[in-house]
């Protein structure tokens, strides 16, 4: 009986397709879509030129088609809008605009990225700024991209749906490589969905095309879908015999849609002029069950949106393969990172000075521009550096892009610091600012550069109070260490120096008995930089490390514990004692671990000090029992579970190797649990996980600090010469359940350290203290903070990110006379004004989500 009714739902299926078929003819779209390999086939130079030469070919094609029916005019796709940067660069306004009319009538279009980018290495920040430029040109011009891509490589984030979302894209199409891979072929040729909406955790999100791959990357599923052949003379040919596989895979069980696309057919090739081919196989292979269009991806979008409104959702990260070619050069993209968290205070600054100063920052725009520029193109996703550009070349171009950014961060940070001391009035003692760039008070430490006499007594000016004080070298230079407290959500206290000296007091830490500790911790660590033992002195005197695979805290892999020279205290008074090391084994590395009074904070900075050609990591083993670990996403705040387990990676076409490491990651029990705060390294490994397998239970990490993850053939070998790396890491535990705000701000604080200068104003403003901003619920992190991109004339920017799993509707205050809030894009193009003169305001945020607003100050 079982078998006759599987065959009668087999025959009803097939005669509802059937029937589906006659009622509905199919439509086929077919995208001519140029791939761009940048930096791989060919250089910037060729690059230029292939761009614009390109560009005047298919608008001069537009043109000589646009007489056609319209499903047979020509158009052309650029995967990114540095194709429109720079022809504009290189072509006259005139030629410019003919560009952006044929933008307007749907004949060319570009997706919101700069250009082809892996993601799983970005930080969330460093993803939006790469969107910049499309942001720019919506405004100044009154267009809108709806797209946005991620090709070739095999993996996808889950958070980048958010991101994409919340930057104004609706749409997004995915073709992989199927090369230079650890996923099979077959694993890439059954996907859950092919068609579905890409959802983030926030419930926003693109809808996605990503076919099976089909035979290899020219075929369906593909990064150049209708390049069936290589020989350009056969292009209609072979556009054709695409469509016909379109058509087969309409109505079809995996694909039961009447509606397919088929796009790209640029593959590797530094450029392609086919237009004619397109319209030509759209006018042969068009019948009357059959409509077949010349697309610009865009509309195949808007006819699955009207004709599909219920596809299936997918929330889910693939892991990462070819994002982890960056860390073959991982001093130089942890420069980048620096640079990216760095900004966070720059442009806070940068916004209260500029509120005095409305002229402030205007000589540095081209800088700025040429930021953007760099971080949407340092993680181009041919960073397998295995093509015609050699690994030399491109590795110097990844250097040129990093300075690009540093340069403009530094500038920035430097100048807006120095400006805001130069705005507040100075006294009759040294006075100097003490700055928090983030959204809720702090106490912390905040180092201040100092060459006078010293001791010396430290006023909190706003409430009277001595504070303690000490001095440090930090990188040869004397600088006054402060215990700096109730320093205001996005503002600042004033101190003040007199001669004399504060109450003595006890030391923050010691070393004695074989042990460093304070009132929090306490730690056993070796020449070599290992920690063996770690106790929280709140929980017990529990012991946090269990040695795991010869493994214990901070290891490199030293064989002995012992190997180096003997620890010595370089720094040491009340508010923080540091302790240093040195060791050649297994490479050349040093190492300095500090202790606080009174903040539950083991900071571990690390740095290896010669070049090193292998794959080396920081092993972090604990002594955790059914712990969950949970880690900083791009955009997304993920489970490292399966998610057929409760996790957020896929059970399938997935890879679990290397985990993004953004800010934390972190290990929790029921009850107690560590976070790890990170700065310079890219990924993590939990345990002995492989690419088809993730070790979910296991308690330990392995913090990748560099090399080239898939052989010496992809990445750039041998950390492209450099000598120097360094890694910043914090320790804090947890008498709770992990909690992602609780993580996110203890991670926070230690990348954001509170930021010190000298008060050099003769007149000005001369509050004690100020706090730009406020929110009412500790969920919502303000996330960045700085003048509109037009000038702060535009307004003032501001990003918050809620990280509590439900929705919240918290209430805001800006500090200034407000005219109004509009709710915009990440990329500050305006979508709707949210209040007038009211103060606060509230505003709605889903669970996770990311939201950016324009406020207009009066």
């Given at each position: 009986?079982?078998?006759i ?16 078929r ?26 230029d ?22 499903d ?22 005139a ?5 952006v ?13 700069t250009?082809v ?12 700024r ?9 405004r ?34 995915r073709?992989?490589c ?24 926030d ?9 099976n791959?089909?035979?290899d ?19 209609t ?8 596989r379109?058509s ?22 530094l ?13 042969q ?19 699955i949106?009207?004709?599909?409104p ?30 990216t ?8 600054l940068?916004?209260?000075v ?20 760099g ?46 001391g130069?705005?507040?009035k ?10 928090n ?18 001791p010396?007594?430290v006023?909190d000016?706003?409430s ?6 000490q ?5 040869g ?17 004033v101190?003040?120096?007199s ?16 042990f ?8 056993r ?12 002195s ?39 004692v540091t ?8 490479v ?22 010669e ?52 800010h ?5 029990e ?9 700065l ?12 088809d397998?993730?070790w979910?239970?296991s ?61 050099t ?12 901003l ?8 303000l996330?960045?903070?700085k ?9 003032l ?25 509009r ?36």
């Open positions: 009986m079982w078998r009714c599987c065959l009668i739902g087999l025959c009803l299926m097939a005669l509802g397709m059937k029937v589906a006659a009622q509905q003819p199919t439509r086929l779209y077919i995208a001519n879509d140029e791939h761009t390999d940048y930096k791989w086939t060919g250089n910037e130079a060729q690059y030129s292939a761009f614009v030469h390109m560009l005047d070919y298919y608008l001069d094609q537009i043109d000589s088609t646009k007489n056609n029916p319209d047979f005019q020509a158009r052309f796709n650029c995967d990114g809008s540095f194709w429109l940067y720079t022809y504009e660069k290189y072509r006259s306004p030629q410019f605009n003919r560009l009319s044929a933008i307007e009538s749907g004949h060319i279009s570009s997706p919101l990225n250009l980018s892996t993601y799983g290495a970005q930080p969330t920040e460093a993803v939006l790469g969107m910049y430029y499309a942001g720019q040109m919506e100044r011009l009154g267009l809108r991209f709806p797209m946005a891509v991620c090709m070739e490589n095999q993996t996808l984030p889950l958070g980048l749906s958010s991101l994409w979302a919340g930057s104004g894209a609706k749409y997004s199409w073709g992989v199927g090369c230079a891979s650890r996923l099979s072929n077959t694993s890439l040729a059954h996907r859950q969905h092919q068609l579905y909406r890409y959802m983030g955790q419930q926003t999100g693109v809808l996605m095309k990503w076919y791959l089909s035979t990357n020219k075929s369906l599923g593909g990064y150049a879908e209708t390049r069936l052949v290589n020989e350009l003379h056969q292009a040919e072979s556009i054709a015999q695409t469509v016909e379109l087969n895979l309409c109505y079809t069980t995996a694909y039961p849609y009447h509606i397919a696309g088929a796009f790209g057919y640029g593959w590797d090739d450029a392609t002029f086919v237009s004619p081919a397109f319209v030509q196989a759209a006018q292979t068009t019948t009357t069950d059959r409509k077949v269009r010349v697309s610009n991806e865009e509309d195949f979008f808007k006819d949106v009207r004709s599909y219920d596809l299936p959702t997918e929330s889910l990260s693939y892991g990462n393969e070819w994002d982890t070619y960056s860390a073959s050069m991982n001093e130089t993209t942890a420069l980048v990172r620096r640079a968290e760095k900004l966070r205070s720059a442009e806070a940068a916004s209260l500029s509120l005095q100063n409305k002229s402030f920052g205007k000589n540095l725009i081209e800088l700025r521009q040429k930021a953007w520029e971080f949407g193109l340092y993680w181009e996703h041919d960073w397998t550096a295995d093509g015609p550009v050699s690994a030399q070349d491109r590795g110097n171009w990844q250097k040129k892009m990093q300075e690009q950014i540093s340069t403009y961060v530094d500038t920035l940070y430097q100048l807006s610091s120095k400006s805001l130069q705005q507040l100075k006294s009759t003692n040294p006075r100097f600012y003490v700055f760039p983030l959204s809720w008070e702090r106490d912390d430490v905040a180092d201040i550069e100092y060459d006078g006499n010293y010396v007594a006023l000016v706003s009277g109070q001595l504070c303690a004080s001095l440090i070298t930090k990188e230079k004397r600088f006054l260490r402060i215990m700096a407290r109730k320093i205001p959500s996005v503002g600042y206290k101190f003040e120096l001669e004399g000296s504060s109450k003595k007091l006890p030391v923050a830490a010691t070393l004695s008995d074989g460093f500790k304070n009132a929090l911790y306490r730690l660590i070796h020449p070599s930089g290992v920690i063996s033992q770690l106790y929280d709140l929980a017990q005197s529990r012991q946090l490390i269990k040695i795991q695979d010869g493994k214990y805290l901070n290891d490199l892999g030293t064989l002995k514990l012992d190997d180096g020279e003997p620890l010595v205290i370089e720094n040491e008074g009340p508010v923080s302790l240093k090391g040195t060791s050649s084994l297994p050349l590395h040093s190492f300095r671990i500090t202790l606080f009074k009174d903040i539950p904070r083991i900071e571990i900075q690390n740095s290896i000090e070049n090193f050609k292998d794959i080396k990591t920081w092993a972090f083993s604990f002594d955790l029992i059914n712990q969950t670990t949970s880690h900083e996403e791009l955009g997304a705040v993920l489970t490292a579970k399966i998610q057929t387990r409760g996790g957020d990676y896929s059970a399938q076409n997935a890879r679990y190797d290397w985990l993004t490491f953004n934390f990651a972190d290990l929790s029921e009850n107690y649990g560590v976070t790890l705060s990170n310079d390294c890219s990924f993590f490994k939990l345990g002995a996980s492989t690419p397998s993730l979910e239970q308690a330990q990490l392995y913090a990748l600090a560099g090399g080239q993850t898939d052989g010496e053939k992809l990445g750039i070998p041998a950390q492209h010469g450099q000598s120097r790396f360094n890694y910043h890491f914090a320790l804090t535990t947890h008498a709770q359940a992990f909690d992602a705000t609780a993580a996110m701000k203890f991670s926070l604080e230690h990348q954001n350290p509170l930021m010190a200068q000298w008060i104003g003769t007149i000005g403003r001369s509050p004690n203290e100020f706090s730009l406020s929110v009412t619920d500790p969920d919502l992190l996330w960045s903070v003048p509109s991109e037009e000038g702060i004339e535009k307004g920017i501001t990003r918050f990110w809620n990280l509590a799993n439900q929705p919240k509707t918290p209430a805001f205050r800006l500090n200034l006379s407000v005219r109004n809030v709710q915009t894009t990440h990329l500050e193009t305006d979508e709707l004004q949210l209040t007038t003169t009211k103060s606060p305001f509230t505003a709605i945020f889903n669970p996770y989500q990311l939201r950016t607003f324009r406020w207009i100050i009066r």
